[in-house]
T-cell receptor, first 109, second 116 residues
């Protein structure tokens, strides 16, 4: 079946680094997305990986290993505004999106 | 970057009335638009997939006669909640994907529907 696993909740300190992991099983693979969602708001796009390796975009980086069915989102220099849910989403061979339940990230001063 | 406009952002209606929510892609053509609903502290739940010029594909458990979806053009999809009930109160979010494959999904800002 198709499945995405990511931690339910994580806590980190302002200014620190946090890594949010995501493992997936899909019928075929056409890429993996990370979205950020603040409470009461729509998700916003953070990154897209379709090839193995690390994609860096400012304070946020995303890594993909297709052979391991694994991705992570790395957030550096954490700010209080980074407190949000982070959604791991994969696209299967039929271009259907499979959503993870999201990781709630809590940033403490 | 690509922008998806969703309107209205908030709506309060009385039980039994219908509400229409619009989703527009402002600077790209979207062959496919998706409609989600989200209850507090829960994940997004896909309701239906809307393809331009054809009938929407509804997820299991979603009443197609209650949630009418029309994707009349490559830039506009509408969701109409018919005969709304208090249990329909939720956060409805649309998203759209560009014609090019592997492009990310872009989300509207959502519509908070409250049925009294």
């Amino acid at each position: 079946g198709q499945n995405i696993d990511q931690p339910t909740e994580m806590t980190a300190t302002e200014g620190a680094i946090v890594q949010i992991n995501c493992t997936y099983q899909t019928s075929g693979f056409n890429g993996l997305f990370w979205y950020q969602q603040h409470a009461g708001e729509a998700p916003t796009f953070l990154s897209y990986n379709v090839l193995d390796g690390l994609e860096e975009k400012g304070r946020f980086s995303s890594f993909l290993s297709r052979s391991k069915g694994y991705s992570y989102l790395l957030l550096k220099e954490l700010q209080m505004k980074d407190s949000a849910s982070y959604l791991c989403v994969t696209m299967d061979s039929n271009y259907q999106l499979i959503w993870g339940a999201g990781t709630k990230l809590i940033i403490k001063p | 970057g690509a922008v998806v406009s969703q309107h209205p952002s908030r709506v309060i209606c009385k039980s039994g009335t219908s509400v229409k929510i619009e989703c527009r892609s402002l600077d790209f053509q979207a062959t496919t638009m998706f409609w989600y609903r989200q209850f507090p502290k829960q994940s997004l739940m896909l309701m239906a997939t809307s393809n331009e010029g054809s009938k929407a594909t509804y997820e299991q458990g979603v009443e197609k006669d209650k949630f009418l979806i029309n994707h009349a053009s490559l830039t506009l999809s509408t969701l109409t909640v018919t005969s709304a009930h208090p249990e329909d109160s939720s956060f409805y979010i649309c998203s759209a994907r560009e014609l090019r494959e592997n492009e990310p999904l872009h989300f509207g800002n959502g519509t908070r529907l409250t049925v009294t």
